[in-house]
Antibody, heavy 119, light 112 residues
């Protein structure tokens, strides 16, 4: 069965960086892309970007350009999302999701990782 | 401010039919398919409808989706208490920055 298992909660100070991992299992990792979506407390879903696990191509939300980097390690079927220069409004639950190739929908999601940015 | 517009709340009684609307533009809903996600309290979102009106395996046929022009809607018939959740529409958007995913602001469904 398809599973996406994310790393644990993080507490960071403003200006620091965070790197969240998303380990995939139950499918051929390189056949799908991974998107990252975040959700601030009490707010809606915000798309952060996408990475192809096949060739590493990325597309980031314009709002996060320059602060976010998405990578994959095909040897361990793991995707990573690094966010730099953290601010308090980056406090959110961060989700990874598998991107279904034909329809572009997010058909499986990780459990979420809470990142808290606080001084 | 979300790119796709949804009503912030909706409600119904058990057994009723409710619909949730999602309005976009020519660069997103008008030219790409719409997906819907259900988020139960304290859990990760779950794919509910893809490609406008397709249900993934395991999603009851009480849930249906439709799209017309730059708008889409989600209908839930035979409302049940376990349907109480937040619902989000989403679509790829063809912008100058390439393809991005845009979400609606979410609709909180209350089963009275």
């Amino acid at each position: 069965q398809v599973q996406l298992v994310q790393s644990g909660a993080e507490v960071k100070k403003p200006g620091a960086s965070v790197k969240v991992s998303c380990k995939a299992s139950g499918y051929t990792f390189t056949s799908y892309g991974i998107s990252w979506v975040r959700q601030a407390p009490g707010q809606g879903l915000e798309w952060m970007g996408w990475i192809s696990a096949y060739n590493g191509n990325t597309n980031y939300a314009q709002k996060l350009q320059g602060r976010v980097t998405m990578t994959t390690d095909t040897s361990t079927s793991t995707a990573y999302m690094e966010l730099r220069s953290l601010r308090s409004d980056d406090t959110a639950v961060y989700y990874c999701a598998r991107v279904e190739a034909n329809w572009g929908c997010f058909d499986y999601w990780g459990q979420g990782t809470l990142v808290t940015v606080s001084s | 401010q979300s790119v796709l517009t949804q009503p912030p709340s909706a409600s119904g009684t058990p057994g009723q039919r409710v619909t949730i609307s999602c309005s976009g533009s020519s660069s997103n809903i008008g030219s790409n398919t719409v997906n819907w996600y259900q988020q139960l309290p304290g859990t990760a979102p779950k794919l509910l409808i893809y490609s406008n009106n397709q249900r993934p395996s395991g999603v009851p046929d009480r849930f249906s989706g439709s799209k017309s022009g730059t708008s889409a809607s989600l209908a839930i018939s035979g409302l049940q208490s376990e349907d109480e959740a937040d619902y989000y529409c989403a679509a790829w958007d063809d912008s100058l920055n390439g393809q991005n995913v845009v979400f609606g602001g979410g609709t909180k469904l209350t089963v009275l």
